[in-house]
């Protein structure tokens, strides 16, 4: 199916302008990173092309080229808008496969919880940010209001011999021997948990809003809000600068990385990963369903991007080079992780592995507790920050653009102006800052962490995932499919793509899909609070709000046709050609393509 957009919905942007330069750091949110070969796991809502990200050697390296050599169509169509659009949510209603329609709503609502929560890595980056301009980091020593009697800045337990010493820098004098070292805390962790987070007892005591979260939550909304609101006009030109500036600061941080004592034996213990993790099956699934989140497969959003390209622009090339890029941009991160965390552990006088930090603590506590080891701490933190928020808007502009675009789309007005783009987007902004007031309370990491294993979750983007190959390679046809794609570039894809869409894919969706359910436990915070069972319910509600559109949109349409079951059937599953296809369908046309 053919579909030029660009004659749809503003024609002064669409098909005219080339596609803004949109990099891996833009790709939204990624909440779920492993490292299975190094038997740690790191689940923090960054993107995959920060330095927080884990490339996870060798598992990831290998599902990422299963991805490149067995793609999933969404890589295709997504980068150029202008073939079948039946996993995209941004198509006028009855201009592709009508049967096709539920799996366009679950990726808007997969993509809307994902714009709700991602951006408090946002608000917390600006406001460690803020706490970072100073000439001592607030998180290096103990002694502030929000500390307590158990921090403690002794970092090296080699120092302690069964001796009873005296921690430093505290406005109380605490002696202590190795064995009550169990009971202290960082203040790098309590001021992630008392200043930041303010973190209550569970996610039935949401307790009192952070005030000073609330401003850095509006000041966030607001930059994000007057960055989109004109369109991939004024956003691509910002783009020239977010999606550049990242790899700047990771160069800085790696030429500064490599020369921390300690620096060396954290790249090797990157380069050198447990071979036996590959035999567990939750390797894999992890390994899988990272790949979904960092090519942002099932999620929308760089299908709407591609609305915004010329109907003949490869988007085949465009597919192996985002892989490419965004797996090499991964990999390189790796070392500018792993040099501080090396440098880390030699201060520490610990293993490696005990310095990676679970859950979003790899940005807001490994990290700013590296950077207090190092000279001039507050210069290393304010740039490892700032890099943070810039990748962080980068993966925030996509993830709006992708849902405003789809709204726009499901109520086509051409002759609209602007003005309605920018109540749209005011309108999708307001109400995802107004669900983030729940994330800014006491009890607001609970609920952060619901959104972010059930909403978006592994399990959700391998459903649409799965489906989207169902309709593509077996509904509308893989031939059919690869025959848009030749109109477009020229040439026809190698025919390996076909099957892999057909068969490939999907059953690696099945299969990591019945591992997730198969060794599915109740969510844990920090692997002490388990969550109460009507919290794993409200997470499952979230789920299934995406995954029940796909069945539900079929059954719906099934009842609204006339005839017999085959009939409709046979109605639902043939495409409906507009006439901004057909133009793309005469035979000069095809005679000058092909």
Known sequence: MLLDRGRLLEPHLRGVLPAPPWSCAMLPAVPTLSCPAWGCQLRCPIPTSSPLSCPGLPAFPVLSLSVLHCPHPSLQHPTSHSMLAAGCPQVPAGSDLPRATGLGLASMVIVFFCNSYYIMIL????????????DTLPWATCGHSWNTEQCTELFNPDLCYNVSINATASTWTSNFSCADMTNKRSPVIEFWENKVLRLSGGLSEPGEMNWQMILCLLTTWIVVYFCIWKGVKSTGKIVYFTALFPYVVLI????????????????????????????????????GTQVFFSYAIGLGALTALGSYNRFHNNCYRDAYILAVINSCTSFFAGFVVFSVLGFMASEQGVDISKVAESGPGLAFIAYPKAVTLMPLSPLWATLFFVMLL??????????????????????????????????????????????????????????????????????????????????????????????????????????????????????????IFVFHVV???????????????????????????????????????????KGSLRERWQLLTTPIWGQHHLEYLTPEAEAKLL
């Open 390 to 511: 810039v990748l962080g808007l980068d993966s925030q502009f996509v993830g709006v653009e992708g849902f405003i675009t789809g709204i726009l789309d499901l109520f086509p007005q051409p002759g609209a102006g602007s003005l309605r783009r920018e109540l749209t987007a005011a309108l999708c902004c307001i109400i995802c800052c107004l669900i983030d007031l729940s994330m800014v309370t006491q009890g607001g990491m609970y609920v952060f962490q619901l959104f972010d294993n059930y909403s978006a979750s592994g399990i959700t983007l391998l459903w649409q995932a799965f489906w989207e190959c169902v309709v593509i390679a077996w509904v509308y046809g893989a031939d059919r499919f690869m025959d848009d794609v030749a109109r477009m570039i020229g040439y026809r894809p190698l025919p390996v793509m076909k099957w892999c869409w057909a068969v490939v894919t999907p059953l690696v969706c099945v299969g």
């Open 123 to 134: 608000v917390w980056g600006l406001f460690y940010l803020v706490h970072s301009l100073t």
């Open 519 to 561: 060794n599915y436990k109740p969510l844990t915070y920090n692997k002490t609070y388990v969550y109460p069972w009507w919290g794993d319910a409200i997470g499952w509600v979230l789920a299934l709000s995406s995954m029940l559109c796909i069945p539900c949109t079929v059954i719906y349409k099934l009842l609204r046709c």
């Open 252 to 287: 800085l941080l790696l030429v500064h990385g490599v020369t921390l004592p300690g620096a060396l034996g954290g790249i090797i213990y990157y380069l050198k990963p447990d071979w036996s993790k590959l035999v567990e099956a939750q390797v894999w699934i992890d390994a």
